[in-house]
């Protein structure tokens, strides 16, 4: 079992910065392939980015060169710093801890990022 809690959503202004970051509880989160999803008003929940057990990545397309994540597996934490932020960022950002054999899929809370003036 995985637990999974965000924090540092917020309220910020176009081109601005925030750092998401999601604590995990759980033995094996090394393991894990962690991500960031996230989901505005009355559209799906879309991916924002990933990170490997092996530190490999990938992001939206929209996000990539303003979005990096980033994992610390001794202190089971994955972060999402956000810079250059725009008003269509503004969603709901949810952490992600996936494994695939035996399938494995946690999600947290989730957190509200919105940006406007």
């Known amino acids: 079992q995985v637990q999974l809690v965000e924090s540092g959503g917020g309220l910020v202004q176009p081109g601005g910065s925030l750092r998401l970051s999601c604590a995990a509880s759980?033995?094996?989160?090394?393991?894990?392939?962690m991500g960031w999803y996230r989901q505005a008003p009355v559209q799906e929940r879309e991916l924002v980015a990933t990170i490997t057990s092996g530190g490999s990545t990938n992001y939206l397309d929209s996000v990539k060169d303003r979005f990096i994540i980033s994992r610390d597996n001794g202190k089971n934490t994955v972060l999402l710093q956000m810079n250059g932020l725009k008003p269509e960022d503004t969603a709901v950002y949810y952490c992600?801890?996936?494994?695939?054999?035996?399938?494995?899929?946690?999600w947290g809370q989730g957190t509200q990022v919105t940006v406007s003036f």
């Open positions: 992600n801890a996936y494994y695939g054999s035996p399938v494995r899929n946690y």
């Open positions: 759980g033995r094996i989160f090394s393991n894990y392939r």
